[in-house]
């Protein structure tokens, strides 16, 4: 048995919204839908057009106590005769029509040469969500007067000559009213999730528009607190653009403008852009822009604009000064992140993402802001070079942390565990209290040390070569460098400052011991292990667990006299050799006779000599490394003279005062 369908789909199935019924049915794709505030805007966009196009003076908006709002301005007027084909009074088919203005025939002899209108569906939008709207023109002496509800004439336009009434504020237009548009609309509270008009938005929304029309004043009045407010900016954008920083710039604010001349072969007369920019250190960047007065909260491609013209200028003044430090790679968001801005930028026929016109899309518009950015930025730059090095400090600053950020090393890991160094020979004992591992200094001793160690509890990790000087390389670095990023996993604490509070729990032994030859290429490695330690592993120090174990310089072989047999002894320096070979005089065996070896390094000795001089806890020489005289802070002023890179001065007027109390064993 065939299943008989619920609804029947033909030729009668497909619907024809006519009219305003599509705004109606989806309100969402004409406008936002969460308040009123975008289709009063419409309204006060067409005001701010007139005045764009040289044609008013005065805006005002009024929160009636009713819940309405009315938007007056004294440009032209809408026109209110008949349409020549559509056979209608104007004023109404621009409220009723979708797709029915005066903004299509942009720099055609059009009403409007510059302007947000895109689509002609603005206004009409506002009708259609609106329970009643009024709109009033004022135009050629003449008052005309017509009423919507729901989207639909109620009363059918009303003309009648303009009375003094009219002229000096006593009857319903503004004083000296001879021309303009009121338009009072109540929006239908069906339409949005909430009636009520956002404050901080519209009052922002006014302010931005006094701003970007230097002259032209804005009032909004509310009727219920009786609070007027009026803005009116005589010094345009860096006005605005210094009352909302919420820091100093770190340079004056750079303004500028620039806009097409007639004869411009890439851009229309009169297209292009005012700015003005500022680059602070700290607090959140202000950033507004505008096109034709219609404000891109989503930014869009006259934002792309000046970010290119931004960071080509900075680019080519820090080229032209050499500036750069090698390594270092700038990006348009090192310049860019940094800097606040307002820009207006004025644009023929714009194209906007959707008719919320939040981002503006024309494509040329990155290359008509960038065009005049750029060049007005390099000049005032190369006049002023010492504002010109502080703005590319900032920037190269911005680049060198992104660069770190990117460069950051974690350590390796497999199976969620840290993987033990491969060259780690390991103890077999896990008790902290007696492990120990040994940072020896190259493989061949590395396996002297192996073969002699105690397996049971000491550890040997041989280090190839010199250790990187870590006393400037950035925690977040470190792990790049095979040699440190061994160390950390091998002893199982990571990198941290003399602030932090690391977590010792992971620590593998509890005595960290350096072994390096005892010549001077051994004490170089030494210090450098010191200096990672002291700069990235300062909690390990303060808690004792990082020892330097000293091997012997020389060997002495004491022959046999008598009954006693023959003897051999160690010597870590040529103090402790000048005492065996006093003592041996003394037991009656002349110095001459006694055989002195010089270790040339670790790798010399055998497995037993390593343990029997280094190794054995009962006869090895180990030292805790600790703070001597000095604090933290004076210590780390003093390897900052010692191992700082641009401290040779420091060093020489160390050598200098102290060198002659120094033995150079060469």
Not at 81 to 105: Q, S
Not at 336 to 355: E, H, I, T
Not at 434 to 447: M, T, Y
Not at 455 to 463: D, G, N, R, W, Y
């Amino acid at each position: 048995m065939a299943l008989k369908p619920t609804t029947d789909y033909s030729e009668g199935s497909i619907r024809v919204l006519k009219g305003l019924e599509p705004v109606k049915q989806r309100p969402g794709m004409y406008t936002r839908t969460d308040n009123p505030l975008h289709i009063i805007q419409e309204v006060l966009d067409n005001a701010a057009d007139e005045a764009l196009a040289g044609h008013g003076k005065k805006i005002k908006v009024t929160l009636h106590g009713d819940g309405s709002v009315s938007v007056e301005d004294d440009g032209r007027g809408i026109p209110f005769g008949l349409h020549p084909e559509e056979k209608a009074p104007v004023i109404e088919l621009v409220f009723t029509r979708l797709h029915a203005g005066g903004k299509f025939d942009k720099g055609k002899g059009g009403a409007y040469s510059f302007s947000g209108g895109l689509h002609g569906v603005g206004v009409s939008v506002t009708n259609a969500l609106g329970k009643r709207l009024e709109a009033t023109s004022y135009r050629e002496g003449q008052v005309a007067h017509l009423v919507f509800e729901g989207g639909d004439v109620v009363q059918p336009l009303t003309t009648r000559p303009m009375n003094e009434g009219d002229r000096n504020g006593t009857g319903e237009g503004p004083r000296d009213r001879r021309s303009g548009t009121t338009v009072r609309v109540w929006p239908d509270a069906k339409y949005f999730e909430s009636a009520a008009l956002p404050m901080g938005e519209l009052t922002h929304l006014l302010r931005s528009k006094a701003v970007l029309m230097p002259g032209v004043s804005v009032s909004l009045i509310n009727e219920k607190t009786r609070d007027t407010q009026t803005w009116q900016y005589k010094g345009g954008l860096s006005d605005y653009l210094m009352q909302t920083l919420s820091a100093d710039p770190v340079i004056p604010l750079f303004e500028g403008e620039g806009f097409a001349d007639g004869a411009n072969d890439n851009f229309a007369e009169g297209e292009g852009a005012a700015w003005a920019v500022a680059f602070t250190e700290e607090g959140q960047p202000v950033r507004e822009s505008y096109v034709n007065l219609i404000p891109t909260s989503a930014g869009g491609t006259h934002d792309s604009g000046l970010r290119d013209g931004l960071f080509n200028a900075v680019k080519s003044f820090i080229e032209l000064h050499s500036l750069l430090p090698k390594g270092v790679k700038l990006l348009p968001e090192d310049v860019f992140a940094r800097a606040s801005y307002v820009l207006s930028a004025k644009v023929l026929d714009p194209q906007f993402q959707g008719q919320i016109k939040e981002r503006l899309n024309s494509r040329d518009a990155v290359r008509l802001v960038s065009s005049f950015v750029r060049p007005t930025l390099e000049l005032w730059l190369n006049q002023h070079v010492e504002y010109g090095k502080k703005l590319a400090e900032l920037a190269i600053k911005a680049a060198q942390t992104r660069q770190r950020a990117g460069q950051k090393v974690e350590k390796r890991k497999g199976s969620g565990v840290a993987v033990l160094p491969g060259k780690l020979t390991d103890c077999e004992n896990r008790d902290i209290s007696h492990n120990e591992v040994f940072l020896v200094e190259g493989d061949s001793a590395g396996g002297s040390a192996k073969m002699g160690r105690d397996k049971e509890c000491q550890a040997i990790l041989p280090l190839r070569g010199k250790v990187l000087n870590t006393w400037e390389v950035e925690r977040d670095r470190l792990f790049a460098n095979t040699e440190i990023h061994d160390i950390a996993v091998a002893i199982g604490v990571d990198p941290h400052g003399p602030n932090d509070t690391p977590d010792l729990s992971g620590l593998r032994y509890g005595k960290v011991c350096i072994l390096s030859d005892a010549d001077v290429d051994g004490s170089h490695i030494q210090v450098l292990l010191l200096t990672l330690f002291f700069r990235h592993f300062p909690k390990l120090i303060e808690a004792g667990h990082v020892y330097v174990a000293k091997p012997p310089l020389f060997r002495v072989d004491v022959p046999a006299r008598g009954k006693k047999p023959a003897s051999k002894a160690y010597a870590l320096d040529e103090g402790e050799l000048t005492a065996i070979l006093d003592k041996s005089a003394k037991d009656g065996v002349a110095k001459e006779r006694c055989q002195i070896s010089r270790f040339k390094g670790l790798g010399e000795m055998n497995a037993e000599q390593l343990w029997e001089t280094t190794l054995n806890p009962d006869t090895r020489r180990l030292l805790r490394v600790q703070l001597g005289q000095l604090d933290f802070l004076q210590t780390e002023n003093l390897i900052t003279q010692l191992m700082g890179k641009g401290e040779a001065a420091a060093r020489r007027e160390l050598m200098e005062i102290h060198g002659d109390s120094v033995e150079v064993d060469i």
